[in-house]
Structures are given as structure tokens and as C-alpha cells.
């Protein structure tokens, strides 16, 4: 699974942006998805996540309420729209899918079985 992220940019704080991945594939729905985030120097920590299905989401608390994750399996993208940035979600955003998993939803990344190559995301102060 080639997974391809988009979406990341500059944006001041308060500002939004919506990022994109997507999965081609006819089997997208089997999949559990996740978007992380990687500091400089720091391991990647955990967004957001997606069942397979797309009934349970789960959220770090950093971004609850904030962020929101989605998925339309019909065109094989989940996407991550961010809104309230704050100078402290500056980071590489990366998602993962993890395969053969319609229900669950995964936070760690050692759960994940595919990665995309990140995004930026920049926000100032």
C-alpha cells in the first residue's frame, strides 16, 4: 500500500488546514488509519486515528476538539481537517494504515503497518 499525504503549509495561529492521504486500493476499508505528528529530535506522536470502517475515532488530547479525522473509502482518502492551529502543531504529519482491521483504532505507531512520506505543517505566532 503506497499511502501519499498532502495538504501541508504555512498558516498563522488560529488559521486551518485540511490534510489528505490517499490509499489506492479496492480494500481501503480494511484498513485502520491514523495520522502522527514528528517534532525535530523527537519520536512521532500520536493525532488521530480512523477505523476501517469509519463508525470509531480516537484523538490525542492535544487536538480534541480541534481535529477532526475522516475517511471516504468510495475514493480511498482519509483526511485530517485541523482548525484552532496553534504554533505547537508545527510538526511533519504523517499518516499510516495498518491492515485486516475494520473496527479498531490504534495509537501507537508500532501498530501501523504502512507509512507515507509526511507533510509540513507550519504554524506562527
Known amino acids: 500500500v503506497q499511502l501519499q499525504a498532502s495538504g501541508g503549509g504555512s498558516v498563522q495561529a488560529g488559521g486551518s488546514l485540511r490534510l489528505s492521504c490517499a490509499a489506492p486500493g479496492r480494500t481501503f476499508s480494511s484498513y485502520a488509519m491514523g495520522w502522527f505528528r514528528q517534532y525535530p529530535g523527537k519520536e512521532r506522536e500520536f493525532v488521530a486515528a480512523?477505523?476501517?470502517?469509519?463508525?470509531?475515532?480516537y484523538y490525542a488530547d492535544s487536538v480534541k476538539g480541534r481535529f477532526t479525522i475522516s475517511r471516504d473509502n468510495a475514493k480511498s482518502t482519509v483526511s485530517l481537517q485541523m482548525n484552532s492551529l496553534k504554533p505547537e502543531d508545527t510538526a511533519v504529519y504523517y499518516c499510516?494504515?495498518?491492515?485486516?482491521?475494520?473496527?479498531?483504532?490504534?495509537?501507537?505507531?508500532?501498530?501501523?503497518?504502512?507509512w507515507g512520506q509526511g507533510t509540513l505543517v507550519t504554524v506562527s505566532s
Open positions: 480512523i477505523s476501517g470502517g469509519g463508525s470509531s475515532t
Open positions: 499510516a494504515a495498518k491492515a485486516n482491521s475494520r473496527t479498531g483504532v490504534y495509537p501507537r505507531p508500532d501498530q501501523y503497518d504502512y
